[in-house]
């Protein structure tokens, strides 16, 4: 009975070593090295989606730093200015922010309409203001869609790499627990040492495929809900831009009635004066 025992323990020990990976193999590594060419072409390719994956995400976070960095910037800047032209010339320094961004698109329409209006001599006629802030609202809308359509570039590969990598994973997993049957049946033998290895490379697969879909899931997740914020910023920014738009348009339009009134009584004393130089010519 305990030469039976150890025999088989001997024979388990051996199996088990000869799947252990060799004193010059390095573990996973090695499993990889000595997996099969669809496993290795499917790990070679979720390799490649999740060295693309973490470019993406590095990139991404440097550009969301640099973007609300700015727009904390040029915020402050709105706060502090009380004339729009300073904050149009600091547009260009602080280009990548979506605030700066809003601002330089209404701005640039608010110009364009203003200068066709008066070419029309319709300035300061009744529903020009209305006119002025539809357009410019409408320039502004335009502006967060494409600042939106901007930031959200190369998310949808962390969304398609997320949902996709765990089945390509998959397939390597059902590959390899193919192998490993094909093996049984060539060597007529379900022992250790021949199912072990196609298993193996088959959780590999599965592992790497994992490894890949998990960072694309979150990073996806987080990128969107900050692109969520600043939208919100965006529109919340162009209400206070219009706002304060009108509030200028008003007091223009104010100041130039009061200039008008001003004129109109002016040439009305002027005319008195003339008639009675004239009525005092005749009675001389």
Known sequence: MILTILAATTQATAEVAEVLPTP??????????????????????LLSLSLVCWGIIVA????????????????????????????????????????????????????????????KRLKNTEGHTDMLLENVDRAIQGGVISKRKRLQ???????????????????GTV????????????????????????ISEALVATAM???????AVVAYNHFSNKIQVIEDD?????????????????????????GSETLGITRESQSLCGRRDESSLQTG
């Open 234 to 258: 965006m529109l919340q920014f162009t209400s206070d831009f219009l706002n304060r738009l009108k509030t200028d348009l008003m007091c223009e339009t104010r100041q130039d009635d009061e």
């Open 24 to 45: 010059g193999g390095t573990g996973i590594l090695s499993m990889v090295i000595h997996a099969g060419p669809v496993v290795q072409a499917i790990m070679a390719g």
């Open 209 to 215: 495929g994992l490894a890949a879909a998990i960072p």
């Open 153 to 171: 570039r190369m998310l949808s590969f962390l969304a398609t790499t997320g949902s996709t990598a765990p089945f390509i994973g998959l397939f």
């Open 60 to 119: 991404k976070t440097f550009q969301f730093r640099k973007v609300n960095r700015e727009s904390e910037a040029f915020a402050d800047l709105f706060i502090r200015c009380k004339s729009l032209e300073p904050l149009h010339k600091e547009c260009d320094r602080l280009r990548e922010g979506h605030l700066a961004h809003i601002f330089r698109i209404g701005y640039a329409e608010l110009n364009r309409v203003s200068g066709l209006l008066e070419s």
């Open 175 to 198: 590959w390899g627990i193919m192998t490993s049957f094909q093996d049984i049946g060539m060597k007529g033998s379900a022992n250790l040492a021949v199912v072990a290895p196609g």
